[in-house]
């Protein structure tokens, strides 16, 4: 079918036909009024049951128009959250070299999302939002980015409430999208509040029973969290993300054989449903629930099988640093050398990952001076929320855990 001329218009003609569907882009840019619904309702279905039951939707979209940019980085941005970084930059990639095809609205949708989700680039991301905003003051996206990754990151909560908000006003179906940076600021109360708008609007997605999962656990409400665990393995929601919070607080309270079973399903479900990317991330996290417990040969064990199923940068990540802590250096080492390589725009990788990496790595070695200098350019995100912990449950305040160390060994040696 030949691309028309001002395809937008096209669409936007056609709105009334399709005023039931959702889609935070006015002008979504198709030749196709099916690929646009499918589209449309993928929003829709994202905000309601969770981005794991959206990418079904944009993938029709995608079918019915292989030109559709938005669609490509839509699903980009669901495998994203899913913690499927390969398959995310594969599709975010696609909408930007098509980027040319769209609206201007969608040109800013994409080259943020290419910037901060393909690429990593935080910086230029927020600079691409910051310019969306101004363009485009009620578009929700630029808020949703700056508030879902780019303020976290740098541990600005404040602001991450402040975006969030601004998601909500323009949005009303979003309003506990704030819940999480409540309970970053330990503000448990507020949290709750939001949470208990978005119920009042019958709203419900594995992500909103993970926070309200995460809540309770925070507070030492068993009958709390298994409510939470009930009604994820009642719905068809998101099993495995639900279970993998149950993991690691199991793992906390002490019950590790519990833990190391719970892990294990959580990886034979995600494998199920041929998310191998996820998977490796979920095994990475054990590797370092491991190496931290001091069970070396266990954490050797379950970091080497996260690689086998992903190179992702969080399931190096997680299974460098385990296998790190854990004394093997070797490995570790490249898997350092392998990140910086492929990913040497990523502010995550280049002020967080690398950092606790090559720190630890010094330190093997008895060089705690060079630990310390290592762990400098982490400072600006040391506060911060990290993508391994979005996907993964790791990563957070590791820099800081691993200033305290090297500090305490140079205070000796002196």
Request: net charge negative; with cysteine; proline share 4%.
């Given at each position: 079918?030949?691309?028309?001329?001002?395809?937008?218009?096209?669409?936007?003609?056609?709105?009334?036909?399709?005023?039931?569907?959702?889609?935070?882009?006015?002008?979504?840019?198709?030749?196709?009024?099916?690929?646009?619904?499918?589209?449309?309702?993928?929003?829709?279905?994202?905000?309601?049951?969770?981005?794991?039951?959206?990418?079904?939707?944009?993938?029709?979209?995608?079918?019915?128009?292989?030109?559709?940019?938005?669609?490509?980085?839509?699903?980009?941005?669901?495998?994203?959250?899913?913690?499927?970084?390969?398959?995310?930059?594969?599709?975010?990639?696609?909408?930007?070299?098509?980027?040319?095809?769209?609206?201007?609205?969608?040109?800013?949708?994409?080259?943020?999302?290419?910037?901060?989700?393909?690429?990593?680039?935080?910086?230029?991301?927020?600079?691409?939002?910051?310019?969306?905003?101004?363009?485009?003051?009620?578009?929700?996206?630029?808020?949703?980015?700056?508030?879902?990754?780019?303020?976290?990151?740098?541990?600005?909560?404040?602001?991450?409430?402040?975006?969030?908000?601004?998601?909500?006003?323009?949005?009303?179906?979003?309003?506990?999208?704030?819940?999480?940076?409540?309970?970053?600021?330990?503000?448990?109360?507020?949290?709750?509040?939001?949470?208990?708008?978005?119920?009042?609007?019958?709203l419900e997605s594995p992500q909103f029973m993970a926070q309200r999962y995460d809540i309770a656990f925070l507070k030492g409400d068993g009958p709390g969290m298994e409510r939470e665990v009930s009604l994820a393995k009642a719905g068809p929601g998101d099993e495995a993300r639900i279970a993998n919070h149950e993991a690691f607080a199991l793992a906390y309270t002490g019950h590790l054989q519990q833990a190391r079973q719970m892990s294990r399903t959580v990886v034979e479900v995600a494998e199920q449903a041929a998310h191998r990317e996820r998977a490796g991330i979920f095994e990475a996290g054990a590797a370092l629930r491991e190496a931290l417990f001091g069970n070396a040969a266990a954490a050797k064990e379950s970091a080497k099988a996260s690689l086998e199923l992903s190179k992702d940068r969080e399931a190096e990540y997680g299974a460098g640093l385990a296998l790190a802590i854990s004394g093997d250096s070797s490995l570790s080492s490249t898997l350092a050398e392998d990140l910086e390589k492929r990913f040497p725009e990523d502010s995550w990788v280049r002020f967080s990952y690398l950092p606790a990496l090559q720190a630890t790595l010094a330190l093997n070695q008895g060089k705690p001076s060079k630990a310390l200098e290592l762990l400098q350019p982490a400072a600006p995100y040391e506060l911060g929320s990290h993508r391994s912990s979005f996907s993964g449950l790791f990563g957070n305040l590791y820099p800081i855990s691993l200033l305290v160390v090297p500090r305490q060994i140079v205070s000796i040696l002196r």
């Open positions: 079918m030949s691309f028309p001329e001002k395809p937008h218009r096209r669409v936007r003609e056609s709105l009334t036909t399709v005023q039931k569907h959702n889609t935070p882009l006015a002008e979504a840019t198709t030749s196709s009024l099916e690929a646009f619904k499918a589209y449309s309702a993928g929003w829709k279905i994202a905000a309601s049951k969770g981005t794991g039951a959206a990418i079904p939707f944009f993938k029709r979209a995608i079918d019915l128009d292989p030109k559709f940019a938005g669609a490509y980085a839509a699903l980009g941005l669901m495998y994203r959250d899913g913690g499927e970084s390969a398959r995310a930059a594969e599709n975010t990639s696609k909408a930007y070299e098509l980027r040319e095809r769209t609206s201007d609205d969608e040109k800013f949708f994409v080259a943020a999302y290419y910037d901060g989700g393909a690429r990593g680039n935080l910086e230029k991301a927020e600079q691409t939002c910051e310019s969306w905003t101004q363009t485009y003051p009620r578009e929700r996206l630029p808020h949703d980015f700056l508030s879902g990754f780019i303020d976290p990151a740098s541990a600005r909560y404040e602001k991450w409430i402040e975006e969030s908000r601004k998601v909500s006003e323009i949005d009303p179906d979003a309003v506990f999208a704030y819940a999480s940076d409540y309970v970053a600021l330990d503000q448990m109360e507020e949290a709750e509040k939001a949470i208990a708008m978005g119920t009042a609007r019958k």
